[in-house]
């Protein structure tokens, strides 16, 4: 039965990780950063020397691309990310890219032909840390958003995403997405405890949260910090803080099924001798059900009014875009499971809490999501960390289920 | 009596207020922007069209010097800053430099000579709006700190002061300090509502409040908002939200004698879906007396130490440089009373609550402050004002004070 090359795959990720390593063991490697261009290079490194054909699209996105024997039908898609979290770990995304790319490597060495081709992604921007929101490369492949706005955004200091994607040359000429996928798996760490909690190897993922946020910004008066009484100011941070203490006890009364947090705060003129007389703060709810979601923003939306009142500021509440809950395709779900028990493997079915490029794909082709477990359900953090067996399993799964959608012509040796 | 022309001191305050203009009347022209560097190169226009000699020293203060009969003397330094708050108003700082000039200009028309030369200068970077702390030029005349420092002090996209200096073209070569002055006074908006209050022209500052300040460092753990439990994260957001609220309630307890705010916060990742792993604030407390300085700061470290506890975080406290109360010259706060006497004008004596170079200037030489009312106490902001007549008060109370320092040789037309 075919099998991946787990020591090949352990030692690409860490490979991977030593480009924008941290002194925690993380990475730092934020979407379009020099990090980003040397990990991106890397890839495409890696992918030539496996035979692989290398495009780039206009929002960066990197495709990889194993022949099909009938190379005029739809490709089957998988990967994920390399971009991290400011900083992450080393696996959340680049698992998805380079176990894609073992079991490339692992077909070539069996010397199986597909009938369909298979594309090795690597999207832009997953993460957003540096240019947000996030899953930006796959929501425009899947027609969820324009190439202008994506390459007008800008990071903190302004700089455009545009003008990043030429400076590391990954300003493609290949139009973005309008073109037919037969389907699309992703591996990836769960990010969560369940599936270390439960002892279980692998998860096929079934459904996704219900997700929303919002930005509260409050207005107030500039005013000289060592002359505007007490009882005159106009504090916007004050307004920001409250609502920041307040979200987090309203978070604490949703477990388990819900969590919110504030998490973002921006403030002007934020200098040490004037009052604050503008603050922004974001927030990001996830909940299993949407009703319980929009209660969580309704009642945020309140605090706020009332915060406001109280220290006599203005205010304005906005709503992010919604994610309501959907499911992956269910034989998708099957072959999960299947490619698993085939393998010797545990499994388990299990929603998933996060974004992933999964969700944009889902609107594209039949797509599926395959976790491992990570420990300590520790992510978007140098902390971050899997089992090299629970990789290895992961990829094995990937390489069964690429070979199930993309029809393997030949058989396998050892079969 | 020698009088200042105030209708052209008023159009200069226009003029200059003009440079980098906020839509609600402000002025954004933070320290080495480009609106610095257009004002200053205002200033140097106006002070050569008025015979005086230009120099720039290391740090960028500007000297426009009005010769003395005996200019070996040390001679009488007056001035103030054309930096603003980002952003800040028309007359904080401005009117120290603008109403020197109008003096050194009445002086020209009146064929007056004096013994000692008369310098009008700009400091550098009062404000500490984009490079922190403030009073910058004036603090390194004083001796306070040393240039390094300060041309490689950074503003929050990176960029040193150094760079800026060149960039701007004021750069100067000429020593910063390291020479005698006789005296220095400075005419200022009191950004207080003292003076307003009371219904009275002109204010002579006796002496300066206790000021103490600090920053509190907040360490949680990075981590997946969608995936940590509530009862798991540690927001290092949270604990800075939470001290915020608690620096306010404390602040409102302390007036009249006293006030403290957070006014600055900076948090890291500062992104949606991450739970921040480090969270900075920054505040500032004025006190009347030594003591109750002390007690504020000793009271805010107890709470961010509990706080911290509470929310599972690390927390360091650390204490900015304090200033101390200090007595300006008495004889110069008594020729402040007896300038606006001979002129006409009602005064009274005060403290200050701010910050300001002649705080600096008071190391170097017999230093007085001189202070004009204010609308409503408001300063710092786009809504700061003052009358005319005041300014032209100001102007006029410092014209016989710089007299009086300079010491007049001939007799002016109509004494």
Redesign the interface.
Known sequence: MLRVDGERLWSDLMTMGAIGATSRGGSYRTALSDADRDARNLFVHWAKEAGLTVTVDRIGNIFARRRGADDSLPPVMTGSHLDT???GGKFDGVLGVLAALEVVRTLNRAGVQTKRAIEVVNWTNE???RF???VMGSNLFAGQTTLDVLLNTRD??GTPMGDELVRIGYAGRIEVGRRPVHSYVELHI????VLEAAGVQIGAVTHT?N?G?GMIEFIG???????????Q?R?A??G???V??AI?EL??A???DG?V????????????????HKAQV???V?HADAAGRDRILNAIEQLSASIAQECKLGVSFSRSPQRHRFEFAPELVEMTERAAGRLGYSSMRLPT???HDALNMHRVCPTALVFIPCCG???????EWCEPEHATAGANVLAHMLLGQAQQLDAIADE
């Open positions: 979290q400011a900083p993460e957003g840390a947000p929101p996030g903190r200091s769960e990010q969560g405890p949260s997700q946020g008066e500039n005013g000289h910090l060592q002359t505007t009484a007490m009882s100011r504090n941070l004050v920001a803080a409250r920041i203490a987090e978070g604490m949703q477990e388990p969590m947090s504030a998490t973002v705060i921006d403030v002007w003129p934020n200098n040490r001798v004037n009052i604050p974001g927030f990001l996830v809490w996060t974004a359900g520790i992510s978007h953090s140098e902390l």
